[in-house]
Each structure stands twice: as structure tokens, then as C-alpha cells.
């Protein structure tokens, strides 16, 4: 099994969001998180005085797949976040040795 985290920005997660459902990506978790980068945040006026924002504010969606699946996923948040400019995110990939669903107590694949 595979886990994929990817971060993009937030008003994407959506449409990866359904783009996943479509191919059969059901079970995911998408949280809110700020993050810093290449962007290195940006500043901002508010009532005359201006202050800087050092953490961009980004979406994470982390799904765990079956060994095989990976690439369609990926390729999928590629395609549906990529806005070819600074700041649209990473993806990361790491193995799952198990998972186990706490209601039934199945283990495995089974548990996804």
C-alpha cells in the first residue's frame, strides 16, 4: 500500500477532490495547513499598516491506495493542480506496511 500526501493550494482541493472520486478514490483526508517555500509568503496592508505573512495557507489531502494505484493518482493531482506557477504544492509517496480498520478490525488492503 501507498500513501499519498499532496498539498496544493486551496481553492484546487475541490476539483482534485471530485477528480479522485471519479477514478474510484473514495477514503481520503483533506486538512487545512500553512506552509512555507519557494513563495516564501508575501506582505499585506490592513487598515494602513502592513505586516507579512510568513506561511502560505495550503490544502493537504493524504489517501492511503493499493501497491499499483499510486501513479493514477498522482497523475491526477497533477493534472487538476498544476497552474504551472511557484507555489502549487508538493506530493509526497511513502509505503504502508498496514492498516487496519478499527470497526471490523480487517487488516490489510481489506481495511481501505
Known amino acids: ?7 496544493v493550494r486551496p481553492h484546487k482541493m475541490d476539483d482534485v477532490r471530485e477528480a479522485l472520486h471519479e477514478i474510484g478514490v473514495t477514503g481520503m483526508t483533506i486538512s487545512e495547513v500553512k506552509g512555507i517555500g519557494k513563495q516564501k509568503g508575501h506582505t499585506e496592508t490592513y487598515r494602513g499598516s502592513e505586516y507579512e505573512i510568513n506561511f502560505v495557507p495550503k490544502a493537504m489531502l493524504m489517501v492511503v491506495v493499493p501497491d499499483g494505484n499510486e501513479e493514477q493518482v498522482i497523475s491526477t493531482v497533477l493534472r ?14 511513502s509505503t504502508i506496511d498496514q492498516a487496519i480498520r478499527v470497526r471490523t478490525e480487517e487488516s490489510g488492503e481489506s481495511a481501505l
Open 1 to 7: 500500500m501507498k500513501k499519498i500526501e499532496a498539498i
Open 80 to 93: 487538476i493542480a498544476k497552474t504551472g506557477e511557484v507555489g502549487d504544492g508538493k506530493i509526497f509517496v
